[in-house]
């Protein structure tokens, strides 16, 4: 079987699409599949609208000897993917890691509403248009995969059917520090603080640079931490629109000293920032399921500070596996933080607890459960 994965981003892009496509790229080889990627940051460049017009045809040369279309949202990639699949009279495959009317509505007209409101009110002209591409493209297609509960229940409310939505939960790799004895994982994480030059007690922050990641309310609280955690770091790892804006608030709040903002990174290197930290934060009004939670979750001493947001409680739970705080909730960001500062031994505990959990998201299982669906197709 031919599998054309049609995809908004792809590594060196960061973000859950851009892990799972690559993953997919990699794995479904070994289970027989022949699979091809097709980047919608082969067409960015272009004009709006052209874009989509040039991805369509692209998607249309590269699926004549595919069987099945699997694309990877239900707008950007979702709509050029789904026309052509029915005019090849291919098989379409989706999968939805969110509510791309409300994420746009978000970014771009001015929706302070969260999803699950969001959901049952209408808004303008051009996020309704948004909404009812992605219910038209999710209608179309034969099968859809959600990588939550929360999210198929989100789909649902979309007027889906229950049965035409398949729950398949992401997976991670697990690094290669996590195979080696104690010992030599302690050097290796001493050799990589002096390699990226960090010390003290680091947060560490990853995703996209979008509004309902909170990431300007981590860097508030850095603020009220520095007095009482002298030698505090924050690293936020990630690219997006709200870079300037984030670039901009450590520079009037003058915290250089104390955050560290990054753009695109290698996933390796992404790998060697998460064996360093002391603390991983996901302060988030929306997840599905968290690609970079899970792996935070899979590397040693990591204990989590996150939000009940979407599919969050799936991985998380409160003060056994990790610490929920609401979300943008400065004071409750602070008191956790320091929680975790002054308690390293409840800081062991949740992270061994979350280790446990990852290892029930193996690679192997959600190839496995993919394998399936596209055979069922």
């Known amino acids: 079987m031919r599998i054309l994965i049609c995809t908004g981003i792809y590594p060196p892009d960061i973000g859950g699409p851009a892990t799972y496509s690559k993953l997919l790229k990699d794995e479904l080889p070994k289970y027989g599949f022949e699979v091809g990627v097709l980047s919608f940051g082969e067409v960015r460049r272009f004009p709006k609208i052209i874009r989509h017009i040039i991805y369509f045809f692209k998607v249309l040369k590269r699926s004549f000897e595919a069987d099945v279309i699997f694309a990877q949202d239900p707008v950007s990639v979702g709509l050029p993917s789904v026309l052509a699949a029915k005019f090849l009279n291919k098989k379409f495959l989706l999968k939805v890691v969110g509510d791309y009317a409300w994420e746009q509505g978000s970014q771009r007209f001015g929706i302070k509403d969260n999803l699950d409101i969001f959901l049952g009110q209408r808004y303008g002209f051009f996020v309704e248009i948004l909404r009812k591409i992605e219910r038209f493209v999710s209608k179309k297609a034969d099968l859809i995969i959600a990588p939550s509960v929360y999210l198929k229940s989100v789909i649902e409310k979309w007027g889906i059917r229950s049965e035409k939505i398949k729950v398949i939960y992401n997976a ?206």
């Open 172 to 377: 991670f790799e697990l690094p290669e520090i996590q195979k080696l004895n104690s010992n030599v994982i302690k050097n290796a994480k001493n050799e990589a603080k002096r390699e990226l030059g960090l010390d003290g007690f680091i947060l560490l922050s990853i995703g996209r640079l979008v509004p309902w990641k909170g990431f300007l309310a981590l860097i508030k609280s850095v603020s009220k931490l520095k007095d009482e955690i002298k030698d505090l770091k924050l690293v936020i790892i990630g690219s997006g629109p709200d870079y300037g804006a984030l670039e901009a608030e450590i520079e009037r709040s003058n915290l250089k000293k104390f955050v560290s903002l990054y753009g695109q990174m290698e996933h390796k290197k992404i790998f060697e920032y998460l064996s360093v930290c002391d603390i991983f934060i996901l302060n988030t009004s929306y997840e599905g399921l968290s690609h970079q939670l899970l792996e935070a979750m899979a590397i040693m001493e990591k204990p989590i500070i996150t939000t009940r947001a979407g599919g969050n409680p799936e991985l998380i739970e409160d003060k056994k596996s990790g610490i929920f705080i609401e979300y943008n909730n400065k004071d409750q960001i602070v008191e956790a933080v320091k929680l975790l500062y002054e308690d390293r031994d409840m800081g062991r505990r949740l992270s061994q607890k979350a280790r446990e959990k990852a290892r029930e998201f193996s690679k192997e299982k959600m190839i496995n459960n993919i394998s399936d669906v596209l055979l069922s197709l």
